[in-house]
């Protein structure tokens, strides 16, 4: 892993390039997809420690018990397309440092980042056969799914895959983490800071053309979002879109003329039932690449939880305004919702901070922090509809996902034989 990690340095550049002429997102965006993931190639350069069992001597007389995790055996891995190197890197550097070997299927949109990984992995001393990729779509992953010798998944998509895999899986006796679809939220308060907040709503709600996981789509505005439309707008519209191998490029493209084409649809359906389209960002045409999947930045305001548009995750750059009168009824809106990947505050008040962090039910908040992803020794810790299983991605759940756990009961001691009891061991009879 350090020298994967040195490997991956050195290609950042290439790496990059490829995202953005497979995905469309910005090369600085590109970077970011591949640096967020050489933190957990980073993270399992120190994981031995998190591999540790533990030990108590003399339980009893002369009986020690200690525990030791061990690899699974054969763990596998299924990727979305909106971060192709990061999620690949979320999931074989843990796997393989715990002692597995790894199958790993790409999205099949962009699968070219993953290639480069695993070319790195072998490059750095990966035995052969260790990391394993696998091209393809849905019969591939029910393969996966079906297959006896793999013991574990690992699942990065939409809720429609990742509730089938985990079921399909699941019922195959895998071990299944599945992290799914999101629809999170920003309330901001009338006392939050006015040029950072709304530097975030744009840079989280914009970035990557919406297409993250982690991106801000929804901001409930605590007494209405009159007062910071106008300024949202006039930052919205200054974002330049355009390809994403441009310099100065602020979106690039959606990934898909069927994604661009449901975009659509969802902002149509939101104008259809009362919302006010106050920025529109479709029909733009990006000189020079006239039949690219553009979608200009979109703001609805006047959402209401009702909406098609606020009920399904839209992955596209659109930005949906609601309001509450109070932040208890904001609160109340976000928790409704069935996703829970992540929250954001944004407020100047201690005591409003320290309401929403307890009160709020999503797995990963934010304090005047608009994409709050933690490191990789915490994890990555969606909630709710946003995640399926008991264990999370990386940090010390990773570890626990990756390794069977066994503890060992040992004797040694030098007494005479006292006879047989087929009495059930207690620690007054050894
Ligand atoms: P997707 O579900 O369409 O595809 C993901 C993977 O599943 C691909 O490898 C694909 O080949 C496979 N797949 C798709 N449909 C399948 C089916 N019916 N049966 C078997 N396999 C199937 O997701 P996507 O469009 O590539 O990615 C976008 C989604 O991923 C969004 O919903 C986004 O929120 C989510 N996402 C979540 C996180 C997170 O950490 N929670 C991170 C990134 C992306």
């Known amino acids: 892993m350090f020298k994967l990690q040195e490997l991956i340095r050195r290609d950042m550049d290439k790496l990059a390039l490829n995202i953005t002429t497979e995905q469309g997102k ?26 540790m069992g533990e030990y108590v001597s003399n339980v009893s007389s002369g009986i ?3 525990s030791i995790r061990e690899p699974l055996g054969v763990c596998a891995g299924i990727c979305p397309f909106n971060f192709p190197a ?18 790993l299927k790409p999205s099949e949109k962009d699968p070219g980042a993953a290639m480069i990984l695993a070319e790195l992995a072998l490059e750095a001393g990966l035995p052969d056969g260790v990391l394993n990729i696998v091209h393809g779509t849905n019969d591939i992953v029910n393969n996966i799914c079906d297959d006896d010798d793999i013991r574990a998944i690992s699942f990065v998509g939409s809720n429609t895959a990742g509730m089938h895999i985990y079921a399909r899986a699941a019922s195959k006796g895998k071990r299944v983490q599945s992290n799914m679809g999101a629809k999170n939220h920003a309330i901001v308060m009338p006392d939050a800071s006015i040029d950072a907040t709304l530097n975030s709503l744009i840079a989280a709600g914009f970035g990557a053309a919406g297409q993250r996981c982690m991106a801000l789509s929804t901001v409930v505005f605590v007494g209405g979002s009159r007062p910071w439309e106008d300024e949202l707008i006039k930052r919205a519209k200054a974002l ?10 602020d979106l690039g493209p959606v990934i898909s003329r069927q994604a661009k084409d449901r975009i ?20 733009i045409v990006v000189p020079g690449y006239e039949a690219g999947n553009f979608v200009g930045p979109t703001i609805l305001a006047d959402v209401t939880s009702d909406m098609e ?13 609601m309001q509450a009168e109070s932040l208890e009824e904001a609160i109340t809106i976000v928790n409704n919702n069935k996703y829970g990947n992540g929250a954001s505050i944004f407020t100047s008040s201690g005591i409003a901070a320290r ?44 570890v626990q996902f990756y390794t069977q756990i066994k503890t060992v009961t040992q004797q040694w001691k030098d007494l005479p034989v006292q006879g047989v009891s087929l009495a059930m061991p207690t620690s007054q009879k050894t």
């Open 26 to 51: 910005t090369l600085r965006d590109a970077q970011g997809d591949v640096f967020r993931g050489l933190e957990v190639v980073e993270h399992a350069c120190g994981m031995a420690t998190l591999q």
């Open 64 to 66: 020690d018990t200690y």
């Open 86 to 103: 990061m999620i690949p890197l979320w999931m074989f550097p843990m796997a393989v440092t715990c002692g597995n070997t790894f199958i």
């Open 240 to 249: 330049k879109v355009n390809a994403g191998i441009e310099a100065g490029t």
């Open 264 to 283: 659509y649809r969802l902002i149509q359906s939101g104008t259809e039932s009362g919302a006010r389209a106050v920025l529109d960002g479709r029909n």
């Open 309 to 321: 548009c606020y009920k399904e995750e839209i992955f596209g750059p659109v930005l949906l305004c």
């Open 355 to 398: 309401k929403f962090q307890n009160d709020i039910e999503a797995g990963q908040v934010g304090i005047n922090v608009p994409i709050p992803v933690p490191l990789p020794f915490f994890s990555f810790t969606g909630s709710k509809a946003s995640f399926a299983g008991d264990l999370n991605f990386y940090g010390k759940a990773g």
